[in-house]
Nanobody, 128 residues
């Protein structure tokens, strides 16, 4: 059974940091591209960051560039999102997602990013 379980969300003040983790099971994690999306209240779900099956190839959205970093540990079947200098506009539910094609080009080239699996999300609230 495929599972993506996010953790690390919570309440933080403006300027603070959080590290989200997503533990994967039930599929060959090391061959999948992984991504973090977020959805703020009343808004669409947006791609925040992505990483190819090979840890060296990453993407970060302009809105979080320089503040957020995505990484993965294939030995632990886990993907991370380090979030620094958090702002109130970062408040959202953050979702972990997996794309079986493995590359960033396949993720961006597919409809709806070609996501095969979704986690249930973890809430991040940044207070002003």
């Amino acid at each position: 059974q495929v599972q993506l379980v996010e953790s690390g969300g919570g309440l933080v003040q403006t300027g603070g940091s959080l590290r989200l983790s997503c533990a994967a099971s039930g599929f060959t994690f090391s061959t999948y591209a992984m991504a973090w999306f977020r959805q703020a209240p009343g808004k669409e779900r947006d791609l925040v960051a992505a990483i190819s099956w090979s840890p060296g190839n990453t993407y970060v959205a302009d809105s979080v560039k320089g503040r957020f970093t995505i990484s993965r540990d294939n030995a632990k079947n886990t993907v991370y999102l380090q979030m620094n200098s958090l702002k109130p506009e970062d408040t959202a539910v953050y979702y972990c997602a997996a794309n079986s094609q493995g590359s960033l080009s396949s993720l961006f080239g597919a409809r709806d990013y070609g996501i095969d699996y979704w986690g249930k999300g973890t809430l991040v609230t940044v207070s002003s």
